[in-house]
T-cell receptor, first 114, second 113 residues
Framework: QQQVKQSPQSLIVQKGGISIINCAYE??????FPWYQQFPGKGPALLIA?????SEKKEGRFTISFNKSAKQFSLHIMDSQPGDSATYFC?????????????FGSGTQLTVLP | DSGVTQTPKHLITATGQRVTLRCSPR?????VYWYQQSLDQGLQFLIQ???????AKGNILERFSAQQFPDLHSELNLSSLELGDSALYFC????????????FGPGTRLTVT
């Protein structure tokens, strides 16, 4: 059962545009929501994360918007650059027994055209 | 560079064989996590070790096992390999056991022929 649904599967934007990736979760026990960026041939790299007690977090050109009641969160990339072209994964983390587990979305392949 | 190292980078083996993947966490990190990334299943959590002890299990097959050694490096053992085991295997590490801020290694690409 997929617990974190991510869309779109792929996204093409022009340089300077805004990239928006959306995720929805089901498990209300999730309490930490990171985004990871993955370049071809590399491992996922932690980009930005949010906890459900805030509705927005911004780091540079990257912003997470969080809607707890709708169980949705999104990544906005402002002024998108060709170097941002990568696969982005949302994730959700919550306690499972005595340990915390990360559940990943299916990924969004972002292409920023020059 | 995350500071997490994995060896080997690539591994090609035949069905029915056994392989061992190795991971060294970032300096100071006590937790190691293993993930499998495949085209059809995405990124799936397999297992977590914290300071030498198994802490959490995800979607890990019985044919797979892992351990974390006193020097905190970890090994993932895959046996009776099947074609469907072909995937990227990532190791991640974090400071504590809570699983926040996991840092991923570059991965091992396993091809089973």
């Amino acid at each position: 059962q997929q617990q974190v649904k991510q869309s779109p599967q792929s996204l093409i934007v022009q340089k300077g545009g805004i990239s928006i990736i959306n995720c929805a979760y089901e498990n209300t026990a999730f309490d930490y929501f990171p985004w990871y960026q993955q370049f071809p041939g590399k491992g996922p790299a932690l980009l930005i994360a949010i906890r459900p007690d805030v509705s927005e977090k911004k780091e540079g050109r990257f912003t997470i918007s969080f809607n707890k009641s709708a169980k949705q969160f999104s990544l906005h990339i402002m002024d998108s650059q060709p170097g941002d072209s990568a696969t982005y994964f949302c994730a959700a983390s919550g306690m499972s027994g005595s340990a915390r587990q990360l559940t990943f979305g299916s990924g969004t392949q972002l292409t920023v055209l020059p | 560079d995350s500071g997490v190292t994995q060896t080997p980078k690539h591994l090609i083996t035949a069905t029915g064989q056994r392989v061992t993947l190795r991971c060294s966490p970032r300096s100071g990190d006590l937790s190691v996590y293993w993930y499998q990334q495949s085209l059809d299943q995405g990124l799936q959590f397999l297992i977590q070790y914290y300071n030498g002890e198994e802490r959490a299990k995800g979607n890990i097959l019985e044919r797979f096992s892992a351990q974390q050694f006193p020097d905190l490096h970890s090994e993932l053992n895959l046996s009776s390999l099947e074609l469907g085991d072909s995937a990227l295997y990532f190791c991640a590490s974090s400071v504590g056991s809570t699983g926040y801020e996991q840092y991923f290694g570059p991965g091992t690409r396993l091809t089973v022929t």
